[in-house]
């Protein structure tokens, strides 16, 4: 068992990571304030030399190994039972950290006992005038369960100005760099996993938002992300991880009454986005993708349909147009004009 160290545990998963974690760690020693907390290295089973690169030149990091990959979401789950610290930092081995990111993530979970979880500003490391795919200025659902951010809407993403700099109130944070209460998190059982990776952050913020709990984007502080380092946006199973898990998503989190409609628009609506990939050149996998996450759905819906919480809902942030029709028929690209 690993003692309770600081205050908060910042913990990144690692799966044959070696040439992020030699690009991006040192920003994470160096601007996290190490009064307040440490840092933790799950590995999931690495091939590669990353344990000993830690081992050897970080060697303040605490390093949990896990016996096979277990994904995101059981990576974390598993390595997370043996962290005692008041708040965990889930923190991607791809993102570079600012000076003073964490502080204000802290000052924020401490100023209300309602806020259990938060994110930064995350922008992309590529283009680091433009916000970053994977939450932006903080996440929200609309009510089909397709998720958005402020800042990024389906592929457009936009450029960063000052126009989300204010903290608000959101429906999920990003999972690329995702701030909880220990005890909330072990609470609600941590992540799914059965989702393994992508949407797992989502499912979870839903359940934070049917508890009647706060989860907050706070863009004093600002992270920068690489993304899609796990899986390339080019692989088809990312496509299928993404509609499978959120279709769960919603039959785990949302009323009854709400499933009998929702899932059969949702059914119309992704039949349109398979046929639009299945008519570009280069996306034809991604449209099978798309065929095989409803087929895995409709097979295991007895075993998905058990696992619904009990406290379901459709909370007051989300959001109650659709994104997809606001989207592409009406063309609205900025979160701004929604």
């Not at 690692?14 to 996290?32: A, E, P, Q, R, T």
């Not at 369960?145 to 936009?158: A, L, N």
């Amino acid at each position: 068992m690993i003692q309770k160290n600081k205050r908060i545990a910042i913990v990144i998963l690692n799966y044959n990571g070696i040439k992020l974690l030699k690009k991006f760690l040192g920003s994470v020693i160096n601007f996290s304030d190490k009064k307040i907390s440490s840092i933790y290295l799950v590995d999931n089973f690495s091939s590669d030399k990353s344990v000993e690169y830690v081992k050897n030149r970080y060697p303040s990091i605490t390093i949990i190994k896990n016996k096979i990959n277990l994904g995101y979401s059981k990576g974390y789950n598993e390595a997370l039972k043996s962290i005692k610290s008041d708040y965990y930092i889930l923190l991607n081995s791809d993102v570079e950290v600012t000076k003073n990111w964490l502080n204000p993530l802290f000052d924020l979970m401490e100023s209300d006992k309602n806020i259990v979880a938060c994110q930064p500003k995350i922008l992309s490391y590529k283009k680091k005038d433009y916000f970053e795919y994977a939450g932006a200025s903080g996440g929200f659902i609309d009510r089909l369960g397709y998720p958005f951010c402020r800042g990024r809407i389906f592929e457009t993403t936009e450029r960063d100005y000052g126009q989300y700099d204010d903290k608000i109130e959101i429906f999920w944070a990003s999972g690329c760099c995702l701030m909880i209460r220990s005890d909330v998190f072990q609470k609600l059982d941590g992540f799914d996993n059965y989702f393994f990776a992508h949407m797992e952050e989502i499912d979870l913020c839903w359940r934070i938002n049917n508890l009647n709990l706060k989860v907050y984007c706070e863009p004093k502080s600002k992270i920068y992300h690489l993304g899609s380092q796990t899986l390339k946006e080019s692989d088809p199973k990312k496509t299928y991880l993404n509609f499978r898990n959120n279709l769960i998503m919603i039959l785990k989190n949302d009323l009854f009454i709400n499933l009998l409609w929702k899932l059969p628009l949702r059914f119309i609506l992704d039949f349109f986005a398979f046929i639009r990939l299945l008519m570009k050149k280069n996306s034809r996998y991604h449209g099978i993708s798309v065929l095989k996450a409803y087929k895995d759905f409709i097979l295991n819906f007895k075993f998905n349909f058990s696992k619904r919480n009990k406290n379901k809902g459709e909370p007051s942030i989300m959001y109650k147009n659709i994104i997809p029709m606001k989207y592409y028929l009406q063309k609205i690209k900025k979160y701004t004009d929604l």
